[in-house]
């Protein structure tokens, strides 16, 4: 059995699959639920200082197994409520990785110090929501903010701070870069991609917000391409995100430079019990191509020789670690 | 995927309630929800009211300020639909008491149609406010069903709630199902009345939803999301859970007592 433990920005997860911001996130038995079925770690809905409702339905548009379209609105119970889901999950023994939005480097620093401080064993920064007025990529497109919210937070509590990263923008490699001059102990790419839905018949967008973000295995290329041209960049670990469906999408993930994936439109698509799978399917096929550690694979797609089709390789092929 | 169907009739039910029907071709079972669109305002979760063949239907009560809007919507009107979603009644029961509270007799009404199609036996104890409010009561009688009522002023029926309706119904007959929709604290209370007969329960829960796709988690109860998990849920899953028939989650998600 190949081992699928990884070690990223100081903690230690018995697997790579992360619960993604915003899937089973707005509970703490649901992210105990998700950790019940499998993941590694599971991360918050992304938190604001004050409740939002999020926009009004429709929210989502669906494309079959391709993906769907989602604005949600970055609905969320507030700062002050939202522990008590925490707690919830911790009892349950997750690693929770905390995520919070807010509108500048100010509001990011006192959010995470309020999260940080609710036995969170890291904190994620949602510096990537296509969707949210005044949040999300509206703060999160230029490097130079970036560096400066990172920089804030990092100023404001002990553990592992990872910036998720959007993809619209030209250079999202950039925005890796930034995170890690800023302080950050990793970065997540990538969250979802901007995108739109049109209804002909009733002549108007389907989602009530207008625009949306795309996610699932649609954008698959697009995270792959986020990660590695990240890889090149940054010394700090990745986390892969971007339609990862199967243990040969989270491979993928990881030999493009990813050290962990999250997986969250899959859970639409299968149920929680797809975390087990993964899991059981990414062991496998490890074996199958003669890794021994998942750790192992990290990066190796980068200038990494052809290995011979179908059967266990040298272990030379596998030796670059980043 | 979205189907978008001109409503094709409008019922007005009783004074705070509507029925829309409108064409939608997909298999639906009893229990089964849809995402009901309403171009330009909202779309919400509406348990079908009508199940069987090619015309569908939903049954709104005049609540919040969306489900006004959905009241407002005329025949021929454009809607969205998307669904059906969620859990059914098992309708292999042969004598089967219904308990229905308020709007809750929507979803029931086609189960009931299911189960008197099979021939099994259906008691309904239907409970309203007052007796122009008691929904689908003549539906249930024309279907052969026996029909108890309670409301609240006793302008028909017994007065009280239909939960004593429930509980005599329970001593006196030999049921193997009961199917219940309603507030949740009276569904507690005929859960409670049907575990001292030993009769299995499902209730139909509602609750508030985005995504319909068990990924948001808006309409997270306990370990469970209402969307996928249920909306029907045999009862010996839902009693153990703390917030069912006591908090629900608002929009933000922010737990709120019922």
Known sequence: MADLTVRLAGLTLRNPFVLASGIWGESGESLAGAWHAGAGAVVTKSIGSLARSGFPNPTVETYGRWGMLNAMGLPNPGIEEYPREIEVARRAGAPVIGSVFGGDAEEFARLAARIGSTGVVAIELNLSCPHAEGFGTEVGSEPRDVEAIVRAVVREVRIPVIAKITPNTSDPEALAAAAERGGAAAVSAINTVRGLAIDVRLRRPVLAHGLGGLSGPAIKPVGLACVWQAFGKVGIPLIGIGGIASAEDALEYVMAGARAVEVGTAVAVEGIGVFGRLARDLSGLLDELGIARLEDAVGIAHGAPAPPVGGASSDALLTRSP | ?258
């Open chain 2, 1 to 258: 995927m979205r189907s978008v169907v001109r409503v094709s009739q409008r019922v007005q039910e009783t004074p705070s309630t509507v029925t829309l029907r409108f064409p939608f071709d997909a298999k639906a079972a009893p229990g089964q929800f849809v995402m009901l669109w309403i171009p330009g305002d909202d779309e919400l979760p509406m348990s079908l009211s009508y199940t069987e063949g090619d015309s569908k239907g939903v049954t709104v009560k005049a609540m919040g300020d969306t489900s006004r809007r959905i009241q407002s919507v005329r025949v021929g009107d454009p809607v969205g639909i998307r669904g059906p979603y969620g859990t059914r009644f098992d309708v292999a029961a042969r004598n089967i008491l219904i308990v229905g509270g308020g709007s809750g007799a929507a979803v029931l009404a086609p189960a009931a149609d299911r189960a008197r199609a099979g021939r099994a036996s259906v008691t309904v104890a239907l409970g309203a406010t007052t007796r122009h409010e008691l929904l689908f009561a003549d539906r249930f009688r024309a279907m052969g069903a026996r029909v108890e009522v309670a409301t609240d002023d006793g302008s028909e029926g017994e007065r009280g709630f239909v939960t004593g309706v429930a509980s005599r119904l329970l001593g006196a007959g030999a049921f193997d199902a009961v199917w219940t929709c309603g507030p949740e604290v009276m569904m507690r209370k005929v859960i409670d009345a049907a575990a001292v007969r030993r009769v299995p329960v499902a209730c139909a829960v509602e609750r508030h939803m985005k995504c319909a796709l068990g990924m948001c988690d808006a309409c997270a109860l306990g370990p469970f999301h209402v969307c996928t998990d249920g909306p029907v849920f045999d009862a010996g899953r839902l009693v153990d859970v703390p917030d069912f028939g006591r908090y629900h989650r608002d929009p933000s998600g922010r737990r709120v007592p019922f």
